[in-house]
Structure formats: C-alpha cells, structure tokens
C-alpha cells in the first residue's frame, strides 16, 4: 500500500531533508522535495501528493501561507514540523487545516506513526462507507443509526454530545482546537465557549469513558484542544 502514497516534503534545512527523504523512500513511500514555499506550492499543483510535511519557517514565505494555499484546493493531510514550539502557533496551523503539528528535533519513529494516522485519513476520505459503523475497544457507534454502546450496553447522548462524539471520531487522530470544535458545533457566531464546551466534554467523557480520569478516547491536548484516540 505504501507504494502509492507519495509524500511532499516541504524543508529548508538541507540535513533534515536528506534523513526524512532517506527515512522515508526506505519505508516505501514516493517522495517529493521542496525547499521554499513557492516550490512546494508548484509541484503540489504539479504532483498531486496524497501527504505534506511542512516546515513553516521558509527562505521566502511562512509555512502557515503554504497551508492557506493548499486548503483552498484540497484536503489532503498536512503535517506540521516545525521548530515553533509555542502553542499560539500550533493553534494556527491546525485552524488554518493542518492534520497535526510535530516540533523539532523528532524521531523518525514518531513522524511515521503520524504518517500512518494521515494514510488512515486518506482511506476515510476514499470510502466514507468505513465510518458508517466505528468500534474501539469497548465503545461502538453506530452513525447509521446513532446509536453509541459502551461495553455492549446502548448509552443515551444529547443531541449536542452525540454531534460533538460524532466530529471527535471523524477526525480521529487529529487535534481539534476549541475554535475548530466551537465552530464545528455551534457554528460562527453562536454563543459556545470554551467553558461550556470543557463542560458538554465533561458530561460526554462520564458517559463513555470507564475512567474520566485517566481517559482511553479523548485525550485533552493542553491549551489547544482535543484528539481522539485513533486506535
Ligand atoms: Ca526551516
């Protein structure tokens, strides 16, 4: 399967570039090199990759711009690996559409398990059939039907937690920022906030979670939002 996938590399730094191309080809993947932001924006056209790693800080642009651009013509997952490490700058990459955010200096390990979390992505994408029914571990949703079981036993959700559960899942493995989940569910403009929706997380977590304390599905990403186990 890895065959197929080709990924864009998007790195100014000539080190970090040979390693992960290396890295990569030796997993079975195609890549793809670009050293500034106008060139990866080029043969994204060009090439059509079905997976972007992106640095952000650029010899000619920032790497959030190349975000913007790519968003507005498609949805294939971008990660972010960046030697920013604050938070206010992955809260923007992940709202402008990035997948996930990786900060510098990484493992190779590490970066291929987020690489395999966005192929996961891409098999959503191409059969949205799969989703219809989700299992892990002890909970099962039924989106068909909207029916959520913990352990077998149906569990009752709002309207608002089973909207929220239902978004959790679709972008498994993702962080969501709040604004990204405000958005989502209460729309623009609308009065969510982060505290009330920390408190519809809250009252979602008892529900599905044997341990609220110590969760197995939604996992808090501190200051920034929220990810959904993806296995
Ligand atoms: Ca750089």
Redesign the pocket.
């Given at each position: 399967m890895e065959d197929n996938i080709t990924i864009l590399i998007v790195?100014?730094?000539k080190y970090?570039m040979s390693f992960t191309t290396i890295y990569l080809k030796d997993e079975g993947y195609k890549t793809i090199s670009a050293v500034t932001g106008k060139e990866a924006i080029s043969l994204f056209y060009a090439n059509n990759p079905d997976i972007i790693l992106l640095?952000?800080?650029?010899?000619d642009m920032d790497?959030m711009e190349v975000i913007r651009q790519i968003r507005e013509k498609c949805n294939a997952p971008i990660i972010v690996v960046?030697?920013r490490e604050e938070e206010s700058e992955k809260i923007k990459a992940l709202d402008l559409g990035a997948d996930d955010y990786m900060t510098k200096p990484f493992h190779m390990g590490e970066l291929l398990a987020r690489i395999r979390v966005a192929q996961r992505k891409l098999n959503n994408i191409a059969n949205p059939a799969n989703s219809e029914i989700y299992t892990c571990d002890y909970l099962a949703v039924d989106h068909t039907k909207g029916l959520v079981f913990v352990d077998d036993e149906e569990v009752h959700l709002t309207p608002m937690e089973y909207k929220l559960l239902r978004l959790l899942i679709i972008n498994r493995g993702k962080v969501l920022t709040h604004n990204y989940i405000l958005n989502q569910i209460w729309g623009y403009g609308e009065t969510g906030d982060a505290k009330s929706l920390r408190v519809f997380m809250a009252s979602l977590r008892r529900k599905i979670e044997r341990d609220t304390a110590n969760p197995r599905f939604i996992l808090t990403q501190v200051g920034i939002g929220y990810r959904f186990v993806d296995r």
């Open positions: 790195e100014d730094d970090i640095d952000l800080g650029l010899p790497g960046s030697a």
